[in-house]
């Protein structure tokens, strides 16, 4: 599976995608993350990607032309499976982790990075879907890119090394959140105080750990 991200700032990517599993995944093939600089596809010697806004406001607006060829560019070439072409936006979608595994599904991914006030709303007449990470606004959409990335990617075979990872975690069910892990020491003393693992956790008693484990998933 490939991301394809369309940004302004395509540096603020390098950090993330080349630490841990992520880096791992790209090094085995079982992901490619490919990052495209939005001024590439300008045409003016200022590379302008935005403008002021029709009827006035504060801020300013990501222009439609470079936007709908870059989205045009990159989707020809990944045209003849399945796709999504994805606006990250703080009025889209919400993010959750059933469509993280739909996107799992996917060949290929575009996400497009939002700046500055917003983008042209004719934009979103050459997109598929307009998604948010949450109920409140970021400076971009880099890190809805990194989220989504990060979340999908986890999901793809071999990607976790253990299958069982992505399968018995908060969310693997809708509305589940994890029971309580604990590792070594046993017991973990700090300010006077003794914080033990719970003993069932310690029986060796598979039948009675799985019940502990049920009985402590939440639901949401």
Excluded at 150 to 176: F, I, M, T, W, Y
Aim: aromatic residues 8%.
């Amino acid at each position: 599976m490939t991301f394809h991200i369309i940004t302004i700032f395509p540096g603020i990517f390098d950090s993330y995608f080349s630490e841990s599993i992520l880096k791992r995944a790209q090094k085995n093939n079982l992901i490619g993350i490919k990052t495209y600089d939005l001024r590439d596809w300008t045409n003016d010697r200022h590379r302008t990607v935005d403008d002021t806004p029709y009827g006035g406001g504060a801020g300013m607006i990501m222009k439609t032309e470079p936007l709908c060829r870059a989205i045009k560019d990159i989707g020809r070439s990944v045209r003849g499976g399945k796709f999504k072409i994805v606006l990250l936006s703080a009025k889209g979608k919400t993010w959750n982790q059933r469509l993280a595994r739909k996107y799992a599904k996917l060949r290929d991914v575009i996400l497009v990075c939002g700046r500055y006030e917003g983008v042209d709303e004719r934009v979103t007449k050459f997109i598929d879907e307009e998604i948010s990470i949450g109920d409140y606004v970021l400076t971009g959409g880099e890190i809805p890119a990194m989220a989504i990335v990060d979340s999908v990617a986890r999901l793809l075979p071999g990607v976790l090394g253990n299958k069982e990872s992505a399968e018995r975690e908060s969310h693997s069910e809708p509305g589940l959140l994890e029971y309580p892990q604990y590792t070594r020491p046993e017991v973990f003393e700090a300010e006077g105080k003794k914080y033990r693992v719970p003993k069932v956790l310690l029986s060796g008693n598979h039948k009675k750990i799985e019940e502990w484990r049920g009985k402590h998933s939440k639901k949401t």
